[in-house]
């Protein structure tokens, strides 16, 4: 993540190994997992949505088992930072996560996110089912022919494996850091460049 932050996150890292996502009893849910750079600026998003009942930052696609920040930041695991979304099917569906995914990320540039290059910042959708994998690959294509971008797009659409919550310092950085955090978004260029991508259906 931005070199800015990493003295100040090394002070404060603690095991990732045990922490578990949230699950809820009793109504139906699903999971959906997206990679996008910054984990940090991924949960927002998907916090917001009606239907949303938790978002986990983490880590996964890679082989290193129980992987810790200060690896997967590194680079080499094959993990990529990503957000875990765990939904109600019945009151928001995979196709609107997909479209706020979608205005969240720069889908042109491989294994890179705004200022945070490296494969662990690639962009990426990792399917748990078929429904969703055919889902997801129907909306990049959809992209791909309205011609928005003159570039290929390059997210990954690949099968989801173990997710690796990260350490808790992480998980809600927006909500606890929110200086910080705005500070880290505005000097990494990711609102500028989603703009200028999206325009105005940024996060939307």
Same mark, same amino acid.
């Given at each position: 993540m931005f070199a800015l932050m990493i003295s100040f996150l090394a002070l404060h890292a603690v095991s990732a190994s045990d922490i578990r996502i949230p699950q809820p009893t009793g109504a139906r849910v699903e999971k959906a997992t997206f990679a996008g750079g910054c984990f940090w600026c991924m949960e927002h998003p998907f916090d917001e949505l009606p239907g949303v009942i938790s978002v986990t930052s983490g880590y996964t696609g890679g082989r290193k088992k129980k992987p810790t920040y200060e690896e997967v930041s590194a680079?080499?695991?094959g993990h990529a930072e990503s957000v875990?979304?765990?939904y109600d099917p019945s009151r928001i569906d995979y %196709?609107?996560?997909l479209t706020v995914y979608w205005r969240n990320v720069d889908p042109t540039t491989k294994n890179r996110q705004f200022c945070d290059a490296g494969d662990q910042y690639r962009s990426a959708i990792f399917f748990h089912t078929e429904e969703q994998r055919r889902l997801?690959?129907?909306s990049k294509e959809a992209l791909e022919k309205s011609k928005r971008f003159r570039e290929h797009l390059v997210t %990954?659409?690949?099968?989801?494996? %173990?997710?690796?919550p990260a350490e808790e310092y992480h998980r809600q950085y927006y909500k606890k850091n929110p200086l910080r955090y705005s500070y880290y978004r505005a000097s990494c260029g990711r609102d500028r460049r989603l703009k200028e991508l999206w325009g105005s259906t940024v996060g939307h």
């Open positions: 680079g080499g695991t875990q979304v765990v %196709e609107k996560l997801a690959v129907q %990954e659409i690949t099968p989801a494996s %173990e997710f690796y």
